[in-house]
């Protein structure tokens, strides 16, 4: 049995949607978010000094499923206490593919989230989420559990993140694009670590997982069963 309804009618030549028009926009929104240069020490300043050759050569690459996405720069950020959560950097045209293919599913599986997730969404903030919190308890609820996955973004099952998409998207080149990023590796002090679970934080990846994070709690389900109601920060 799929864990993820397949779609009746899937999304096809999600490629052909691929234009330059596209690959501007993704790159202003990746200027947007700033951020540093990948293992390839290529800025963002860097890249656009010669940008309309760069889009063009990131166009074909995309179209004909040449891409192949550069590992990622490991970086880690202090939490305090002697804690380390680990980041990745992509390169700078890496960040401007996700951002492309972040832009090509979005419209797909947007619609499909639970209405009482508010987590970074558009037109959805932690304020809706309170407001809905104190509606419950208008309603009568009392009891909160208030639980985290430790790691959720580390230990996601690639296989996982590669069904549901499948179950929404037919475009094999755009499945294969997600496969190559997922496995795309980090360089960790000079040396190359595969990635064969989760996805590393940072970039324009993890949208691509987080706000299309292909986890049933996230997706639409029936009603939770009184005396329990669903929220999602």
Same mark, same amino acid.
């Given at each position: 049995?799929?864990?993820?309804?397949?779609?009746?009618?899937?999304?096809?030549?999600?490629?052909?949607?691929?234009?330059?028009?596209?690959?501007?926009?993704?790159?202003?929104?990746?200027?947007?978010?700033?951020?540093?240069?990948?293992?390839?020490?290529?800025?963002?300043?860097?890249?656009?000094?010669?940008?309309?050759?760069?889009?063009?050569?990131?166009?074909?690459?995309?179209?004909?499923?040449?891409?192949?996405?550069?590992?990622?720069?490991?970086?880690?950020?202090?939490?305090?206490?002697?804690?380390?959560?680990?980041?990745?950097?992509?390169?700078?045209?890496?960040?401007?593919?996700?951002?492309?293919?972040?832009?090509?599913?979005?419209?797909?599986?947007?619609?499909?989230?639970?209405?009482?997730?508010?987590?970074?969404?558009?037109?959805?903030?932690?304020?809706?989420?309170?407001?809905?919190?104190?509606?419950?308890?208008?309603?009568?609820?009392?009891?909160?559990?208030?639980?985290?996955?430790?790691?959720?973004?580390?230990?996601?099952?690639?296989?996982?993140?590669?069904?549901?998409?499948?179950?929404?998207?037919?475009?094999?080149?755009?499945?294969?694009?997600?496969?190559?990023?997922?496995?795309?590796?980090?360089?960790?002090?000079?040396?190359?670590?595969?990635?064969?679970?989760?996805?590393?934080?940072?970039?324009?990846?993890?949208?691509?997982?987080?706000?299309?994070?292909?986890?049933?709690?996230?997706?639409?389900?029936?009603?939770? /069963?009184?005396?329990?109601?669903?929220?999602? /920060?």
């Amino acid at each position: 049995m799929a864990l993820f309804p397949i779609a009746k009618l899937k999304a096809h030549s999600l490629t052909g949607r691929i234009t330059q028009s596209l690959l501007h926009a993704a790159f202003k929104a990746v200027r947007r978010n700033r951020g540093a240069a990948g293992i390839d020490k290529v800025s963002i300043k860097m890249f656009e000094a010669n940008l309309a050759d760069n889009l063009l050569a990131l166009e074909r690459d995309l179209k004909s499923g040449s891409f192949e996405p550069l590992p990622l720069r490991r970086h880690f950020l202090d939490k305090g206490g002697g804690k380390f959560r680990p980041l990745g950097i992509p390169a700078v045209r890496d960040r401007v593919a996700q951002e492309v293919l972040r832009r090509l599913l979005h419209p797909i599986f947007e619609p499909l989230f639970h209405e009482a997730s508010f987590g970074f969404r558009p037109g959805r903030n932690c304020h809706q989420a309170l407001e809905l919190a104190i509606k419950h308890h208008e309603e009568g609820y009392r009891v909160v559990l208030d639980a985290d996955v430790v790691g959720c973004f580390d230990n996601l099952p690639h296989s996982l993140i590669k069904e549901a998409v499948a179950a929404q998207v037919a475009d094999g080149t755009i499945l294969n694009l997600v496969e190559k990023f997922l496995r795309a590796g980090v360089m960790e002090n000079g040396v190359f670590k595969p990635t064969t679970v989760g996805t590393p934080q940072r970039g324009r990846r993890q949208p691509i997982v987080g706000k299309h994070r292909p986890q049933p709690s996230g997706l639409a389900t029936p009603q939770a /069963r009184p005396p329990l109601r669903a929220l999602r /920060r």
